[in-house]
């Protein structure tokens, strides 16, 4: 079984709601390392912009072009799960335009890092009982994609990333 | 006044929209500890089923079958709220699938829990200001719930709970 | 450039996500302490009340009476952002009714505030790598507004706040 994703569902209902959907199967590939569903994502020329925004000024990190460049980031750059560990890239609040076949989304994105607790030599002390483990909030932001519809389906053409915090590339 | 509750809102919108407010209606009795509220939003064979899923694998930890025993575990059988201090379960980047009277959701889920700070005795010190207390996230992972209209209304027909964080009962 | 709000999406889709989306511009607005864009939202005798909730009593603390106050209280009253800081008001599980020209909207909210860790003189240790700083929930509660259409756009009429947390004023 794939982790977390054996289900796929189709889109329905509105514009606005598929635009939505192609964001919410975007935090699953990404909450997943699943380069591949990704990649079915983007359009053909798609890519990502990531920013950091610094008091109001955003400074741009880097690029990833082409779904290829995009599903190698996320299958084989990420750090993988720990352990017992997960992730939720989680998306709120979303601003929505809709013109034809073009569509912008300004969603807020605040991430959660899962861990859970190990069984302890000998079982758990007496008493215990309940989930057993931690949920921690490690980054938020804005996500700024523009989608575009590419033989009928939305996907997503430039998807922008803007953190809050610093990204700090080793040994700067 | 019931707490946090006291609104009741009728459902509007789109089959989709529909079938999210079930779900935004189910945390609502969750975080109220109502059991009466949620046994109205499951069908008469409605049942939950609870899961850990551990590096990908899901294991099922235990089923709620029927409405009264669901009713039974959320008004009885969760830890009350302590003193000033309350739950909310939220839900974020919903997958919707409706086919006729039959619908699917996957939504993420984070669990906070909030705890007011307690004025001490003499008073807050000099140049206290602002919201006092604490809200920490406790639980996360996904609900894939689905769904049936029954006489015309969206209902739970077997809700499912993957949690991130392992769930031990007593003394294991 | 304006913070994290340059791009500006006006309303699509039915009346259900036109609603959702002032609210989703009332967070933004929110997190820019932007006064003069919150003003926007709210109809001409538009205000705000604001609640806390002790064991399911809500007690009213304040209200803003007007968009000019509500627009001081967001520019001038609020604390602003620390350097490398900024907030996320999010919101969540929305319960939308629509009734002509006035709609109710019940939705969760939790409030996260980032602070980006400030890179030590003589650069950061070597091996550090990835996004550093916390994301930090603060606040929890519900949003409770009524909306009404004022020639022909959805505005705030009365926003209803209800924390989780007790708020104290200086010195009591």
């Known amino acids: 079984m794939k982790s977390n994703s054996e289900k ?11 635009v939505q959907q192609v964001l919410a199967k975007y935090v699953r590939a990404a909450d997943n390392l ?9 359009t053909k020329d ?3 912009e990531v920013f950091y925004v610094n008091s109001g000024i955003a400074e741009r ?16 750059l990420m750090a993988p799960h720990p352990a017992g560990g997960w992730s939720h890239h989680t998306t709120n609040d979303h601003i929505i335009e809709v013109n034809g076949d073009v ?3 300004d969603a807020q994105f605040i991430r959660f890092d899962t861990l859970g607790a190990i069984r302890p030599q000998g079982g ?13 909030a490690t980054e938020a932001g804005y996500y700024r994609p523009t ?17 809050d915090l610093p990204f700090v590339m080793s040994g700067q």
């Open 8 to 18: 796929k569902l189709t889109d329905t209902g509105s514009d606005e709601r598929q």
């Open 147 to 163: 989608l575009k519809k590419e033989d009928g389906i939305w996907k997503l053409a430039t998807h922008r990333i803007f953190h």
């Open 34 to 42: 699943d380069g591949e569903a990704m990649k079915e994502l983007f």
């Open 61 to 76: 990190l880097f690029v990833l072009n082409g779904p290829d460049e995009i599903a190698n980031a996320i299958s084989n």
């Open 124 to 136: 758990w002390p007496a008493g215990t009982v309940g989930l057993m483990g931690s949920v921690t």
């Open 103 to 105: 569509a912008d989304i």
């Open 46 to 48: 798609g890519k990502v």
